[in-house]
């Protein structure tokens, strides 16, 4: 069942195209990761989920609900962390964190007070006095601390330390396996990696690439590493080889998925004494797709 | 010892003076300016003995008292007695907040945020940056006192002799060199920069409301308030220079009580320790009406108090009025035209309410914007990702700025006529001062629609309702003085008001204006409801 579907959306500022006809769709009790370099419409992307920001034209639902029209009834059911999070300074942290809960109309006292505990808050502190790590817990627990069905975290850990990236990826664990769904844009791929069922890839406005990591690994290469008795010839005139490089452990290289039949009997022909392969890590094929 | 502690202070005296090169003269140059030109403008409107006996005889009430000090010399009230009288203690409070800022600035300010961290990590003294901000401000102030000084004294004035301008201008340095020392202390007492101004201000508040209520009952009240202490220096009268000296000698006391502070304590460290706020919120903060209330609490009570301070200063000299306005032309050209059949008093009073309802319409338009602020800093995706809709979120802060306005009139009022029936001998009934005033709410809601407007559809335009509202100011306040045609202020819904009780009661006039005000809210929120936020 989808809980969240974008149609062809798209978005313009004046005559700047923001998003250009983006299409995505997030399954029940899916960790969705949303990826893509700064400016890409990641955040304009949510704003328009959150019914902030108007659509130009195409559609956003979730629930099956207008995301413009009926912004108040889908968010009683949805939680949200800001990518930058900016906090009323002279209210302290505990007060923030209950009337956010408040206005999405749940309140869970004993889950709030585990929350600021696990991520060690100090919840009577004025937020001006907040690092940007402390204001991105604020925000976090008072989103984790409602009872929602969707989640939409906006780079929810741009300013933790690793200890508290950790707790954060527990939390979204533990929300996943009470079925809950959550869109999670992110350029920290390897939170993606480890967090997300399936992953879109969003650059200039436009999704560049979607699927599961599976099927996008599928679509890219492979990386391997490959030692020979007899130095290899003309290795770069192979069709599908990339990004060679020698190292230490012989030669290292990209290979197109579907020339690896190929390539590999290429290079037997020079007496293999090692052969590694392993797939493309998120971080490699970002790279690969915004060079 | 002490040279090693103060090691290399005077590098960072030339620091400080280039880092405010800027703002320490405009400081200077601002409150000696307004001193210098003022002297000679009370000179002006006041030519003769006899008006400035009148003006005399008007300030010299318990209220005025409280508010400006003890009148000296009122029987002989000369253009210099009349500066000391009604200049000398705002001055010095604009002093002191020069001082407060200058030394939290460079003291807390620059802690608080690790810069002192910074120049700590060199060979500095542990002293040196409290010695150099202390040594900047004494230096700034006494350079304040000797511009003053000098300058009043170069105006020419009969009555202001050059023992008197060197005294005023004294007074101020001392009160300023005084709230230097206290605010050194607060800095070291606080941890917060936020803090160390609070603290000092409130020192500075009870240091003026202890002299308050001194002057007007206990003389050894106001002796113990350093403001109360340079006022009986009765400068351009009798001249007592001891006070002074005496504020003088408590400043370096305190400095004394600062400099063993900053020895004793770790850098960062503060000997009041912040309050713990609430860890949860109350139970009455769940909505936006509710959070705006929150976020505008501080603002709505300093607010009310001006307010009504402002109306009981109008009221206190409505005593005294009838003679005041008999000998002054320029102020009788100010009043309406058709107010045959009306004492002065009440065709002032019409005046007065249009231009306390100008004043009142300022927090209620600061309210509404202050929604505008929290989009601008990203603050409103928190609340309309909630489920809040956009119109319950800006008609919570339309309510309370609808509420503020209503408040404001009513309490300008109440001190209004509070004061006024002590002082009157035939006061002005309450029931006709409220009626005079709330008959100015549809143009304050009109200006309120507006804004709504700007909000809902050009929120890059809000600017705009301020420009409107100072043009407001000038067109109905100054604009019979300097004979500008009836329909300039027509072009504000505060022309449009029927001046009561000299005019009539106009229900159609008022009713549109209304009906104006809400439908300019009704498009405002229909654009607001259409427009992407942020």
């Known amino acids: 069942m989808s809980v969240l579907k974008i149609t062809n959306l798209t978005k313009k500022f004046g005559k700047f195209t923001a998003l250009n006809r983006i299409n995505f769709e997030m399954q029940k009790g899916e960790v969705y990761g949303f990826i893509g370099p700064n400016g890409a419409g990641k955040t304009t992307t949510i704003r328009v989920l959150l019914g902030i920001l108007k659509a130009t034209e195409g559609e956003a639902s979730i629930f099956g ?82 009872d929602a069905d969707v989640y939409i975290l906006d780079e929810p850990t741009s300013g933790l330390d690793p200890l508290m990236e950790k707790v954060f990826q527990e939390c979204v664990f533990e929300l996943k396996s009470r079925g809950k769904s959550i869109l999670l844009s992110s350029h920290i791929l390897s939170e993606v990696e480890k967090l997300c069922d399936k992953v879109s890839i969003i650059r200039q406005g436009k999704i560049i690439e979607s699927g599961t990591l599976s099927e996008l690994r599928h679509l890219t290469r492979t990386n391997v590493i490959v030692e020979t008795k007899k130095p290899i010839e003309a290795l770069d005139t192979v069709k599908g080889v990339h990004s060679l490089n020698r190292c ?10 579907e020339e690896l039949g190929n390539v590999i009997k290429y290079i037997s022909e020079f007496d293999i004494v090692k052969l590694e392969s392993f797939p493309l890590t998120l971080e490699e094929l970002f790279i690969r797709h915004y060079k | 010892m002490i040279g090693q502690l103060n090691k290399n202070s005077k590098k960072l005296i030339r620091f400080i003076l280039r ?21 000679p403008a009370f000179a002006e409107m006041f030519p003769t003995q006899q008006e400035r006996m009148l003006m005399a005889q008007t300030m010299s009430n318990p209220a005025m008292i409280a508010m400006v000090g003890p009148g000296y010399g009122l029987d002989n009230y000369t253009v210099g007695a009349m500066m000391a009288h009604e200049m000398l203690l705002f001055t010095a409070l604009a002093v002191a907040i020069m001082s407060i800022f200058l030394v939290v600035r460079h003291t807390r300010g620059d802690e608080e945020r690790g810069r002192l961290e910074l120049i700590r990590s060199l060979p500095v003294g542990r002293l040196s940056n409290l010695s150099a901000t202390v040594t900047v401000s004494v230096v700034v102030n006494i350079i304040l006192s000797l511009i003053i000084g000098f300058g009043l004294y170069a105006l020419g004035i009969e009555s202001m002799g050059l023992n008197g301008s060197l005294l005023y201008g004294a007074a101020l340095g001392s009160v300023g060199i005084l709230f230097t020392a206290v605010t050194a202390v607060f800095s070291q007492l606080s941890q917060s920069s936020r803090g160390a101004i609070g603290y000092s201000f409130a020192f500075l508040g009870i240091c003026y409301l202890v002299r308050a209520v001194g002057d007007v009952g206990n003389e050894i009240l106001s002796l113990i308030s350093p403001l109360g202490l340079v006022l009986r220096s009765e400068v351009y009268v009798n001249n007592i220079w001891w006070p002074v000296f005496v504020v003088l000698g408590e400043a370096v006391a305190i400095i004394l009580v600062a400099y063993y502070l900053n020895f004793k304590r770790d850098l960062q460290a503060g000997l009041i320790q912040p ?21 505008m609490r501080s603002a709505i009570i300093a607010w009310s108090v001006g307010m009504l301070v402002l109306g009981m200063s109008y ?43 100008i004043f009142g319409t300022v927090p209620a338009l600061q309210i509404l914007l202050k929604l505008k602020g929290e989009e601008k800093r990203d603050r409103c995706e928190h609340l309309l990702a909630g489920a809040v809709s956009r119109t319950r979120l800006l008609a919570g802060f339309l309510v309370i700025s609808i509420a503020v306005s209503i408040i404001m009139q009513f309490l300008t009022v109440l001190g209004l006529w509070a004061a006024g029936s002590i002082v009157m001998e035939q006061p002005i009934s309450f029931s006709r ?24 559809f050009y929120p ?49 006039t008022v009713s549109v204006l209304t009906v104006i005000a809400a439908v300019l809210s009704v498009f405002g929120f229909a654009g607001y409801n259409r427009r992407d936020i942020g």
């Open chain 2, 275 to 295: 309050r713990p706020g609430r860890k949860d919120a109350s139970p009455f903060l769940r909505s936006p009406f509710s959070l705006a209330l929150r976020l």
């Open chain 2, 460 to 508: 890059k335009a809000t600017g705009f309702v301020w420009l409107y509202l100072i043009f407001a100011f000038f067109v109905v306040y100054l604009g019979r003085a300097l004979q500008l045609p009836e329909w300039t202020a027509e072009l504000t819904p505060f022309g449009h008001i029927p001046q009561i009780p000299v005019d009539d009661m106009n229900f159609v």
């Open chain 1, 65 to 146: 609900m207008d995301a413009w029209r009926d912004a108040v009834e889908i968010h009683k059911r949805i939680a949200y962390v800001p990518g930058d999070v900016n906090l009323w300074g002279n209210l302290t942290g505990g007060e923030v964190i209950d009337l956010l809960v408040r206005l999405r109309g749940s309140n869970n006292k004993s889950r709030r007070e585990q929350l600021i505990e696990k991520f060690d808050l100090d919840p009577s502190k004025k937020c001006r006095t907040y690092s940007k790590g402390n204001r991105q817990k604020v925000a976090l627990i008072s989103a984790l601390a409602s």
């Open chain 1, 248 to 257: 230490n452990q012989g030669i290292s290289m990209q290979v197109d998925t």
């Open chain 2, 19 to 39: 880092r405010d090169r800027v703002r320490i003269p405009i400081w200077i140059l601002a409150i000696s300016l307004i001193t210098i030109i003022i002297a």
């Open chain 2, 433 to 456: 001062m409220i009626s005079a005033a709330f008959v100015y709410m549809p143009a304050m809601w009109t200006m309120i629609g507006l804004t709504v407007l700007l909000i809902g």
């Open chain 2, 315 to 357: 009221g206190s000299v409505l005593g005294d009025l009838e003679a005041f306005f008999e000998s002054n032309e320029l102020i009788k050209s100010m009043l309406p035209s058709s107010g045959q059949g009306f004492t002065l008093t009440e065709q002032f009073l019409t005046l007065l309410m249009s231009i306390i309802s």
